[in-house]
Every structure is written in C-alpha cells, then in structure tokens.
C-alpha cells in the first residue's frame, strides 16, 4: 500500500500537469497576439479531436508521467472521485486536450485592451459570445470555464465558422473603417467535411470574397497526423497570416 507521503508526492505530479489553467502567455502555438486588439479563436471540436494527440519524444515522456500519476492517484482515491481525475488526466492527453492547454493559458495573457471571442465548430458552429468582449479577468475566466466544458463529437465545419467569424468583422472589410475584428486563429485536425462548402477551393474563394481588401489576417494551425496542410496554409497565406505545424 502506498503512503501518505508517497500519495502526495504522485497528487502533485498530476497537479503540475494541470498548471496550464494558471499559467499566462503572450503567443498562441508561437504565434504573438498583441499585435493585434480584436480576436476571434476558431476551434476545432470535430469527433477526431477526441484523438490521442501526437507529439513528440519529451512530450510522449511528460504524457506517459502525467498519465502514470493520475492512475495512481484515481486509484488511490476509488470511487466517483477516482474515476473524475482518470478521466480529467485521459482527456489532456487527446488533440482538444492539449488544444485547450495552448488555448487557455493565451487567454488568461490577453491584455484587457484585446477584445475576444471564441467559435467552435463540428457539425454546428457554436459562438462562446455573439460579439467581441473585452478582455477584463472576469470575461477570461468565463472564457477558461467555457473550453474546460467543450467536448468532441462531429464533422468539421470550417466553412461556417469562418462565415461566423467575418459577420462579426463587419462591413468594414470592405471599407475604410474601423474592423470589427482583425485576427482570426483557426485550429483544425482536418479536412472540411461539413458546412455549407466542403470544397477546400470553395473556402478559400467565399474568404477571399469576405476579405476583399485583406483586411483581417487569418493565422492558421493543423494538429496531428491527418491535418490538411495544403488547405490550412493556403487559408494562412492567401490571408497574410502564419500557418503552424502541430
């Protein structure tokens, strides 16, 4: 049987896996983001972002700790409150997991002149909040509660999440006035698959369209194996932005 001490010890290994949700950073995935006052973060939330994210060997050696530490502690603990940590500690390790730990700590570093918000996108495309709001703690905290919740499950609809983002840009896109939003963050593990286009030429030609006057930069990141690198970064380049490689 395990000590108390040894108990403890394995408790605040599992812990430090889960500092993210303290931690503050001015980048996202290396990208800055105080380049820019008025952000949207789109979000993949499809049903294989339930995956086990890939990653490499110092990774695979801090995943293999984190896991070892959770079990040992769920299984310390039993019960319902055993099961609650297993399952925390088995969902950091899929790609919406380690989505949410970049995501959450570039939230909780958004200066509080940033004006935010957060689209995640499956099947349906659902919007955290309807306009941009500012990036006060309470706000960020909302924000942080509402990526802990988000879930895996459904296609990937990147055509209307992006069509979401760009109403709220208003017509300024295509004026000159003042943007409604000037950076958009698209995360995806994959290949458009729902929506109102699935044709990756068809997206990239309604961006083009809404973003006539290149006005919004669109940074874009593919995670794991079946990303879709050629549509990701054509998205990035065609929109003066950044694809990055996960």
Not at 155 to 166: P, W
Request: aromatic share 6%; charged share 25%; hydrophobic share 40%.
């Amino acid at each position: 049987m395990k000590s108390i001490k040894q108990v403890v010890v394995l408790f605040l290994i599992f812990s430090v896996s889960s500092c993210y949700l303290l931690k503050k950073q001015s980048d996202y995935y290396g990208m800055t983001v105080d380049s820019s006052k008025k952000i949207v973060f789109l979000v993949d939330v499809s049903g294989s972002m339930e995956g086990k994210a890939e990653t490499d060997l110092e990774g695979n050696i801090i995943d293999n700790a984190t896991n070892y530490a959770g079990n040992k502690v769920a299984d310390k603990v039993g019960g319902v409150g055993g099961k609650i940590i297993r399952n925390q500690t088995s969902n950091q390790l899929t790609k919406l997991g380690k989505a949410k730990k970049e995501l959450i700590p570039t939230i909780r570093g958004l200066s509080e002149d940033t004006y935010f918000t957060i689209i995640t996108f499956e099947n349906d495309v659902k919007m955290w909040r309807k306009n941009l709001v500012q990036a006060t703690t309470a706000n960020k905290n909302l924000a942080i509660n509402f990526l802990n919740s988000l879930e895996s499950g459904g296609g990937t609809n990147i055509h209307d999440a992006l069509e979401t983002a760009f109403e709220l840009a208003g017509d300024a896109i295509k004026e000159s006035t003042v943007l409604g939003v000037e950076t958009i963050f698209v995360l995806s593990d994959g290949s458009p698959s729902a929506g109102k286009i699935t044709d990756q030429q068809g997206i990239i030609d309604a961006v083009e369209t809404w973003n006539s006057l290149e006005k919004v930069v669109i940074n874009t990141i593919g995670l794991g194996d079946d990303k879709d690198v050629d549509f990701l970064t054509n998205l990035a380049v065609k929109n003066k932005g950044t694809y990055i490689d996960k």
